[in-house]
């Protein structure tokens, strides 16, 4: 998820075990026994910025995992957008484990998607706001090569719509299998909010790892 805060923005956001949306959230995954996965902002270590956090709240309401976005979205494009999410967002620091879902071995951390597979990740969510452009050219390609070289599925909730005169957000939520077929796609910012499905195959994750297995030269290169 892509941050393009304003200085309201800054002061309105509160710590997660304060936030009265968050813990709304927590309340309907008790209620619902339902896990969600969902991006909020947080506080940051100064007064100007904030961090871009995205929390896997599980089915019994805790707040499982809460990673902060490492690498954020800086672009200037010409006769397009002009977007800086370092003025306003604080960098996370660290890469988070893998975390035990009712599914398989989950991560929010796409940025370092060969990182994870290498820990033992099944599923890796790419949480994002695109703009127009970027999505046209990278994010079905991008998505696809990350399921293929991970081997691993790729599930991809994209803001859509138009927020302001001068951003509008791609959309197209993708949900990618690790053979990088897509199973599930949305539309972009002119049509309404939508909700895609697809199965979670664990026979075809486990055939496709170990008909193609994945050989790092970690004896020429560093190891990811």
């Not at 619902?32 to 896997?56: A, C, Q, Y």
């Not at 599914?103 to 290498?118: D, G, I, K, N």
């Amino acid at each position: 998820m892509t941050l393009m805060a304003r200085v309201e923005s800054v002061r309105l956001v509160k710590p997660v075990h304060q936030s009265e949306f968050v813990l709304g959230l927590r309340e309907e995954a008790r209620r619902e026994t339902l896990p969600i996965h969902v991006g909020v902002h947080e506080p940051g270590l100064d007064t100007h910025r904030i961090k871009n956090t995205v929390l896997w709240i599980d089915e019994r309401g805790e707040v499982a995992q809460q990673y902060q976005k490492i690498h954020l979205f800086d672009v200037d494009i010409k006769g397009g957008p002009v977007l800086k999410e370092s003025q306003w967002v604080e960098p996370g620091m660290k890469i988070l484990p893998p975390f035990d879902t009712p599914f398989l071995e989950c991560s929010p951390v796409p940025s370092c998607s060969l990182a994870l597979r290498r820990q033992g990740t099944d599923i890796i969510t790419y949480p994002s706001a695109f703009t127009v452009p970027t999505g046209t050219a990278h994010w079905e390609v991008l998505l696809r090569a990350r399921a293929i070289e991970t081997q691993s599925y790729i599930i991809a909730a994209a803001q859509a719509g138009k927020h302001n005169e001068k951003r509008v957000s791609y959309g197209h939520s993708m949900i990618v299998d690790p053979w990088g077929v897509v199973l599930a796609e949305l539309g972009d910012a002119t049509e309404e909010p939508d909700i895609a499905t697809a199965e979670i195959n664990h026979d075809l994750l486990r055939k496709v790892r170990l008909e193609v297995p994945l050989l790092r030269r970690t004896d020429v290169y560093p190891e990811i």
